[in-house]
Nanobody, 120 residues
């Protein structure tokens, strides 16, 4: 079994910064890919940033130059550093991991979501 726990969301003023974390635990053999998605009210979930072991990071155009995705393999954790936040970044942010379990079963896992609100 695998669990994902997100943290780091909150209320921040425009121009501020937040760092989201997503820690995976359980029966993990390896993590192939990590990503952050977000969903604003009334909108579809969209990909914000992604990172894999073989491909460099990719970002949505709307966050390029402001957000950075990174990983700590020893901790099975993915981060999203968000700088120069804008009101339009307000959304629930979800982490996604493509995990190979020790049982050699591979699957998609999602975090519970964390609210990010950018407002003055």
């Amino acid at each position: 079994q695998v669990q994902l726990v997100e943290s780091g969301g909150g209320l921040v003023q425009p121009g501020g910064s937040l760092r989201l974390s997503c820690a995976a635990s359980g029966s993990i053999r390896s993590i192939y890919a990590m990503a952050w998605y977000r969903q604003a009210p009334g909108k579809e979930r969209e990909l914000v940033a992604s990172l894999s072991s073989s491909i460099s990071a990719n970002y949505a155009d709307s966050v390029k130059g402001r957000f950075t995705i990174s990983r700590d393999n020893a901790k099975n954790t993915v981060y999203l550093q968000m700088n120069s936040l804008k009101p339009e970044d307000t959304a629930v942010y979800y982490c996604y991991l493509d995990i190979l379990r020790k049982s050699l079963l591979r699957g998609d896992y999602w975090g519970q979501g964390t609210q990010v609100t950018v407002s003055s």
